[in-house]
């Protein structure tokens, strides 16, 4: 159970493995700003681009977009090699963009937290695209496979309502944190790196392994 006075996740190898942790994938548990800039650093030493130009043009890509959730590589390379003129090796399948884009407590975090609770995701995006960054980061084998929640719109109500009930979901988006805290089924926990900003009622963590009491 989380505590309230450390906000902190104990070990404890008498407690039976039944509490849920939901997490969400792209800043919580991969550093995505890191993940795209090995992506775009590819493509500019490919086509002999600026990293600056390849930059402009992606968000020239995201500003067609609903949403950042919306981002789908595959399609990015189409646009990239249309504005271009050439074919691009597309980084997004190189796994070792992944792996080096793991926050550094991920994987000590996870094999903990493991050990005395179920893990699964809750993360909006392409399925496929989702599903890729844990398996090719290599951290899927961390999650009970029936835990795997990848929806196109994470806080609409039916994707909602697939969350365990007193489970406990951890983004680092605010807007998620406090919506998911509307419902009053679940714990919700704020993963907050960039700033010292609190939540009133909520808890905040600052980095991953906070949740591990040593």
Known sequence: ????????????KEMEKDGIVLFDIDNTLIDTKKLSLLAYTDIAKQTGKSFEE??????????????????????LMVFLEKKIGQPIDNPFN?????????????????????????????????????TKKLEFSGIIGFFDKDLIFIKRRKLDKASLDVIPDGATVIDDSQKVI????????????WLNRNTDEKMNGIRTIEKLGELIVQ
């Open 178 to 189: 406090e919506e998911i805290k509307k419902y009053e089924k679940f714990e919700t926990l």
């Open 54 to 75: 390849i930059s402009k043009l992606k968000d020239e890509y995201k500003d067609s977009l609903e949403l950042n959730t919306d981002f789908y590589p595959d399609r």
């Open 1 to 12: 159970m989380i505590e309230n006075g450390n906000y902190s996740l104990k070990e404890n």
């Open 94 to 130: 190189k796994k070792e963009i992944y792996v080096e884009s793991l926050f550094e407590e991920t994987v000590e975090l996870l094999n903990k937290l493991k050990q005395t609770k179920r893990l699964g995701i809750y993360s909006e995006g392409f399925t496929d695209y989702q």
